[in-house]
């Protein structure tokens, strides 16, 4: 039955996921010219032709990710070869030696939901922060299906208590930190050389705990597999010695955005362009 499934995916996945990316992009065209412009402000040297297929790109993958999401149930360690290609898998098992855990640092790109699933299943200790549906049934169905593989889900409204609990438990916990925050909470940053509001939560997170900041991005590959790429964890850097704590933490919010940035450069068609990452922070 499992191998049927397989199969069945395997052709699913890119035919039903491109044609959602296609319905959803050039005929119900819900934010497309978001997205369009959107890619113009972080690549405005492209023809409009080359930001289109970009953010049309970014649709498909999108739909894609969302048909892979109907394996998750069947997923297990046997299919970590078949579905992952992991990289830097050192640096996490190197800050886990330390004994305080590890932050991700992480962002909207591939499928990074599969990328969640895929790091539990690999052996890392995973908590995840994340916004809960109102709707009861598919909020158990979606981060049910993850929970069965390990990950543990934080909700924003008492984050801080939760994450300090799972570093103590040796856990590595996921920021994503590519989406729109105003104020209070998000501070001044810029994105691709535009300004916009970043959240501080993993910079304050990092300053009261210096536990290791891990960028880490997935992307889809040609074959169909999904690359997991870990890289050197990011050092604290205070701004200057008479610096005070708000301003450390505006700057490294700014070298994080500045990693999320490096990632989207890499792989600018799996982004999710969509969000409205450029609001005006007020």
């Keep these: 039955m499992k191998k049927v499934f397989l199969f069945l995916m395997k052709i699913m996945v890119p035919l039903a996921g491109d044609f959602i990316g296609l319905l959803w992009f050039d005929v119900l065209r819900i934010r497309r010219k978001v997205a369009i412009e959107n890619v113009g402000i972080a690549f405005p040297e492209m023809s409009l032709a080359e930001r289109t297929r970009i953010a049309r790109w970014s649709l498909r993958h999108m739909g894609r990710s969302l048909i892979e999401y109907l394996y998750f149930y069947w997923f297990d360690d046997e299919d970590m ?28 790109i591939g499928n990074g939901d599969f990328a969640t699933v895929g790091i539990s299943r690999v052996g890392f200790p995973t908590s995840l922060i994340s916004k809960t549906f109102k709707w009861k049934a598919l909020n158990d169905f979606w981060f049910g299906v993850r929970a069965k ?14 994450i300090l609990r799972a570093l103590r438990q040796n856990r590595v916990v996921i920021f994503v930190l590519d989406q ?42 040609k074959d169909g597999r999904h690359a997991v790429v ?22 490294m919010t700014q070298v994080y955005t500045d990693k999320i940035e490096e990632a989207v450069r890499k792989h600018p068609e799996q982004w999710m362009w969509i969000h409205r990452r450029w609001k005006n922070f007020g």
């Design 81 to 108: 070869e078949r579905f992952f290609e992991f990289s830097g898998k050192e640096y996490v098992e190197a800050a886990l030696k330390e004994g305080k855990g590890a932050f991700l640092l992480g962002l909207h």
């Design 180 to 221: 729109f925050m105003g104020p209070p909470i998000g501070c001044r940053t810029r994105f691709f050389g535009k300004e916009t509001g970043t959240a501080m939560g993993l910079a304050i997170m990092a300053d009261r705990t210096r536990s290791p900041v891990i960028p880490v991005y997935t992307y889809r590959k």
């Design 230 to 251: 870990f890289s050197a964890p990011v050092p604290w850097q205070d701004v200057g010695p008479n610096a005070d704590r708000d301003a450390n933490i505006a700057a």
């Design 149 to 162: 593989h390990g990950t543990r889900f934080i909700a924003p409204e008492k984050s801080s208590f939760e």
